[in-house]
């Protein structure tokens, strides 16, 4: 079974920068493909992707209104996930939460971590 933790989140102000991290448990030998990603949900809001990195660390994606500001890193070593939040702005504050994707065998899986909770204040 694996299991996401993230950490991180806090109260911070505009301008302000955050660091999230997301620690993977469960992995095998047989998992393989794994893909990351952050996404967020603001109160009253759908969860939407914010950061998504492949499993070779070759490439990456971002949410327009998050481009520039965040950059999404992994440790494979460490089976963690970082997401670096710089710049941020009130708009930011929401859950985010960490999402794992692969393949154990050849069966799909897809995981999330309980969250971490981000807000943007003055």
């Known amino acids: 079974q694996v299991q996401l933790v993230e950490s991180g989140g806090g109260v911070v102000q505009p301008g302000g920068s955050l660091r999230l991290s997301c620690a993977a448990s469960g992995f095998t030998s047989s998992t393989r493909g794994i893909s990351m990603s952050w996404y967020r949900q603001a109160p009253g809001k759908g969860r939407d992707l914010v950061a998504g990195i492949t499993s070779g660390a070759e490439i990456t994606n971002y949410a327009d209104s998050v481009k520039g500001r965040f950059t999404i890193s992994r440790d494979k070593a460490k089976n963690t996930v970082y997401l670096q939040m710089n710049s941020l702005k009130v708009e930011d504050t929401a859950m985010y939460y960490c999402?794992?994707?692969?393949?154990?065998?050849?069966?799909?899986?897809?995981?999330w971590g309980q969250g971490t909770q981000v807000t943007v204040s003055s």
């Open positions: 999402r794992a994707e692969g393949l154990r065998g050849f069966a799909k899986f897809d995981y």
